[in-house]
């Protein structure tokens, strides 16, 4: 994340991610405020085992492309809203990336969704991963269809 006041976005992402099993690490680095670190961290990760990398960042989000800018591993940008324009500032700013390095951009604050894409990317080569997934997606099926058929009984 590129400040640690993006925490509240990312702890939905960690939730996701300790509920799937999958192991994470989480940095504060900036691609405007510490460059070389978030440089170096993004030219390592694949040699340092990462499978895919969520970059978090509010107002103007250069850190996800940045980020990207360094490694061939999927990045995910997740726009934080900050405290103006709601969001779209990062949203823009995250997901207008040019040809040849893309971010996969989620919603504004979109933490689990950020997570959940992780999760299915390594799922590619995970069948125990894929079998976790197809098990929450069910659940959460169900969970849609049990407020169905309770949804009468509210009106
Ligand atoms: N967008 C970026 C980057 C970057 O893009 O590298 N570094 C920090 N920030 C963002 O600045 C906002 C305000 O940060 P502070 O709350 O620390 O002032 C945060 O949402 C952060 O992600």
Do not use: W
């Not at 900036?30 to 040699?47: G, L, V, Y």
């Not at 709601?86 to 950020?114: F, K, R, Y």
């Not at 049990?146 to 009984?153: C, F, H, N, R, S």
């Amino acid at each position: 994340m590129g400040s640690d006041s993006d925490l509240p976005v990312i702890k939905k992402a960690t939730d996701q991610l300790k509920s799937l099993g999958i192991p994470f690490e989480v940095h504060v680095y900036s691609a405007h405020r510490t460059p070389e670190e978030a440089r170096a961290f993004a030219i390592n990760a694949r040699k340092n085992g990462f499978g895919a990398l969520i970059a978090a960042a509010g107002m103007a989000a250069h850190l996800a492309g940045a980020v990207a800018a360094n490694t061939t591993l999927p990045v995910i940008g997740i726009p934080c809203q900050g405290p103006c324009l709601e969001g779209l500032d990062a949203l823009l700013s995250t997901v207008q990336m040019p040809t040849g390095i893309p971010v996969a951009t989620v919603a504004v604050n979109g933490g689990a969704n950020a997570a959940l894409l992780a999760a299915q990317i390594l799922a590619v080569e995970d069948a125990d991963l894929a079998a976790k997934l197809d098990a929450k997606r069910k659940a959460d099926a169900e969970a849609v269809l049990a407020k169905d058929a309770g949804i009468a009984e509210r009106l």
